[in-house]
């Protein structure tokens, strides 16, 4: 498939995460068998997404993106019309929600689709696009695009660029990719993420910014049930099991630890951080025992989630 369908200039498409839960999988749309070879690549694809729990509507949007595309493909066949489509996105969310990990599944989506001619993954903050000096950060920026031509540019914490106010170097900075996002020979996706609040913030400073991001996705934190789910699956890929009390201890934690640090508290990376340091705790405990039996080895318990210093750390 080479050719991105069109979608309505400066038509936003407003993803809000788990606002309804809807069939993401194929089995309502690639019945036949047929249809199943057809479309085999995306089949693949969704299999791999389904590795992540929640992210509803960012499965939908793939699945959206594809049907466009394989309809522009028909369209084609049939001689009408078919054009680029404006795929910058805007991500928000709190710290750990995934915007970093869909960064990259969009990337490696869009390339097996045809339409990132790469498909590799940059990511960049403040730093490394405003410069030190008057003509540095257009300087800067510009070579940034540039690098992530035929790929993604993933600029994490954007508003921190509208930081400094009108002399800034990060207003040149966000002025240099607007006249990049326009300049038809790039070929990438450009993805602002931060905090849903600054963004907000941000995108109100910079009116000429929304409407050319039609994509915007927000990441809401995660339910106890969605992080359950999440650190059960990072156990098992590690080849680790939960034991029922350590899911039960687990369950209890995280209710009153995000309730006592709700607005720092960071979701999947909090549950990444934690079994890996149960993990520790456990290497600890199998060495003070010496029991070095398979089941032993891939137990947590909830002992080994108890830590003596503070979770703050986490
Ligand atoms: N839906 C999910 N399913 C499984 N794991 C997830 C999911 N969301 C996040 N994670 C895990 O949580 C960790 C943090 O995710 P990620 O870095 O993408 O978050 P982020 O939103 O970019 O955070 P920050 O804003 O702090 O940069 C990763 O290890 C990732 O694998
Ligand atoms: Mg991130």
Request: charged residues 30%.
């Amino acid at each position: 498939m080479n050719h991105p369908t069109n979608l309505k200039k400066n038509a936003r498409i407003n993803v809000v995460l788990n606002q309804q839960t809807q069939s993401t999988g194929t089995e309502d749309w690639l019945q036949s068998e047929a249809e199943r070879q057809t479309h085999d690549s995306f089949i693949r694809f969704e299999e791999q997404l389904k590795q992540y729990v929640g992210l509803e509507e960012v499965k939908r949007l793939v699945k959206e993106m594809y049907a466009w595309l394989y309809m522009n493909e028909r369209r084609e066949l049939q001689g009408l019309k078919t054009s680029k489509q404006v795929l910058h996105m805007i991500f928000k969310g709190n710290p750990g929600t995934g915007k970093t990990t869909v960064a990259r599944v969009i990337a490696r989506f869009f390339h097996d689709m045809h339409v990132l001619s790469k498909g590799h993954f940059i990511e960049a903050e403040r730093a490394d696009l405003v410069g030190e000096y008057i003509g540095h950060t257009a300087q800067k920026t510009r070579d940034l695009m540039k690098r992530a031509s035929g790929g993604v540019l993933f600029i994490d914490e954007a508003y921190s660029l509208a930081r400094g106010g009108e002399k800034d170097f990060g207003k040149e900075a966000i002025d240099t990719l607007v006249k990049g996002m326009e300049d038809h020979l790039h070929d990438f996706i450009l993805i602002l993420a931060g905090y849903s609040k600054e963004m907000d913030h941000f995108l109100s400073l910079n009116p000429g910014l929304p409407s050319r991001f039609p994509i915007t996705i927000d990441f809401p934190n995660y339910s106890t049930q969605e992080l359950m789910d999440m650190i059960t699956h990072m156990a098992k890929e590690r080849e680790y099991q939960l034991h029922r009390e350590a899911e039960l201890y687990i369950r209890e934690h995280i209710k009153q630890f995000r309730h006592d640090h709700e607005s720092t508290f960071s979701n999947g990376r909090y549950m990444r951080n934690l079994i890996e340091k149960a993990i520790r705790q456990q290497a600890v405990r199998l060495m003070r025992y010496q029991s070095y039996d398979r089941q032993s080895l891939i137990t947590l318990t909830a002992d080994d989630f108890k830590f003596p210093d503070s979770h703050d750390t986490l």
